[in-house]
């Protein structure tokens, strides 16, 4: 069984993201293998570090939505972009895969995921009965991604992002088994729409996974955000001691 963490970054931001969270993979101790999807959207010099730092890496091409009107509904144009995430249901090599956002970090080993069966992801935070996309463990399979494409040109998005795509096509997930339904602790948003302050209290010391899911993206030096404070930290120390140095 061959396996692997999928993240993809078209940008050197999104790139910068990734080289954290794949500090943050090896610092769990992980077993599989970190795999990154990239475009040429990315300068020499970031491609340089992501190709030393992760096990293995795609150049892809960059596949639009072209879904502009429903995007600038959400006010979010950039997300077109994240089509591109389809490409991970190619890497065929692998039996078994978990996909991370660009912007999220592992805070304590999560091997576990990959125990789950396919397909399954976290609750959204904004409507619980759609998942979030930035967490998913799945199989790439050639024919789910041609499936998926044909989904986004016939009907497109309903959110214009990859997002309301997968959760048209793996429409019944949420009457699944519970095994399907991933715990919150692999895809922590707080901070970014609501937030149970007494519940991060409580449940805290168990989070597995943050997303800095929204506008505000860590690498973005000085932005104003809602994201709990240590989690920000957090990713501020990994990228200081691991990443910082090997920028041009
Ligand atoms: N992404 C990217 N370039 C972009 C926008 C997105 O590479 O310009 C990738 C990146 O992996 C990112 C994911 O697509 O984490 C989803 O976008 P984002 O995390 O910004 O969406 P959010 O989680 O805030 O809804
Ligand atoms: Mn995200």
Do not use: C
């Amino acid at each position: 069984m061959s396996t692997a963490w999928v993240t993809l970054a078209t940008n050197d931001g999104y790139a910068i993201g990734a080289l954290v969270l794949a500090h943050s993979l090896r610092q769990s101790g992980t077993q599989h293998a970190l795999h990154i999807l990239y475009t040429d959207g990315v300068s020499p010099a970031l491609r340089a570090q992501l190709t030393s730092v992760f096990t293995a890496s795609t150049l892809v091409n960059v596949l639009d939505s072209r879904d502009i009107a429903n995007l600038a509904l959400i006010g979010r144009p950039d997300l077109g972009v994240t089509f591109t995430k389809l490409h991970a249901y190619r890497l065929t090599q692998y039996t078994k895969a978990v996909f991370l956002d660009a912007d999220t970090l592992v805070v304590q080993n999560a091997d576990e995921l990959f125990e789950r069966p396919s397909f399954a992801a976290a609750p959204d935070i904004g409507w619980p009965d759609f998942f979030n996309s930035g967490v998913f463990v799945f199989t790439p399979s050639e024919q789910t991604y041609h499936e998926l494409v044909e989904l986004a040109t016939s009907q497109g998005s309903f959110d214009g992002g990859d997002q309301g795509l997968l959760n048209q096509y793996y429409s019944n997930w949420r009457e699944l088994d519970a095994a399907h339904r991933l715990p919150f602790i692999y895809n922590v948003t707080s901070g970014a729409i609501y937030s149970y302050a007494a519940a991060l209290k409580k449940a805290g010391k168990d989070i597995k996974i943050v997303h800095f899911l929204g506008s505000a993206k860590p690498w973005q030096k000085g932005a104003a955000h809602a994201h709990v404070g240590t989690h920000w930290a957090q990713w501020q120390s990994t990228f200081d001691s691991n990443v910082a140095q090997t920028l041009p």
